[in-house]
Nanobody, 126 residues
Framework: QVQLVESGGGMVQAGGSLRLSCAAS????????MAWFRQAPGKEREFVAA????????YYADSVKGRFTISRDNAKNTVYLQMNSLKPEDTAVYYC???????????????????WGQGTQVTVSS
């Protein structure tokens, strides 16, 4: 049974930082590309960042580029999202996702990731 468990969410003031973690189990983690998505109240889920299975390729939404960093530790079966210079518009539930095809996780694709986590709330106050 595959599980993706996010942690690290919380409330922070604008300009602050948070680091999200997503611990994976039940799959061969090093064979999967990973990504973070988010969904704000009343809005559709949107892509945030993706990382290839090796960590050699990353891709970011324009809205977070230069502020967020995605990374992974294959020895710990964990993917991270370091979020700096947070803004109120970053407030959302953040989800991690896994797929064996990196391209599936990128924005503009019609396919859906193999697996999703349950999400963790991030709230940024002004």
């Amino acid at each position: 049974q595959v599980q993706l468990v996010e942690s690290g969410g919380g409330m922070v003031q604008a300009g602050g930082s948070l680091r999200l973690s997503c611990a994976a189990s039940g799959l061969t983690f090093s064979s999967y590309a990973m990504a973070w998505f988010r969904q704000a109240p009343g809005k559709e889920r949107e892509f945030v960042a993706a990382i290839s299975w090796s960590g050699g390729r990353t891709y970011y939404a324009d809205s977070v580029k230069g502020r967020f960093t995605i990374s992974r530790d294959n020895a710990k079966n964990t993917v991270y999202l370091q979020m700096n210079s947070l803004k109120p518009e970053d407030t959302a539930v953040y989800y991690c996702a896994a797929d064996q095809a990196y391209s599936t996780l990128l924005p503009g694709t019609s396919t859906h990731p193999d697996y999703w986590g349950q999400g963790t709330q991030v709230t940024v106050s002004s």
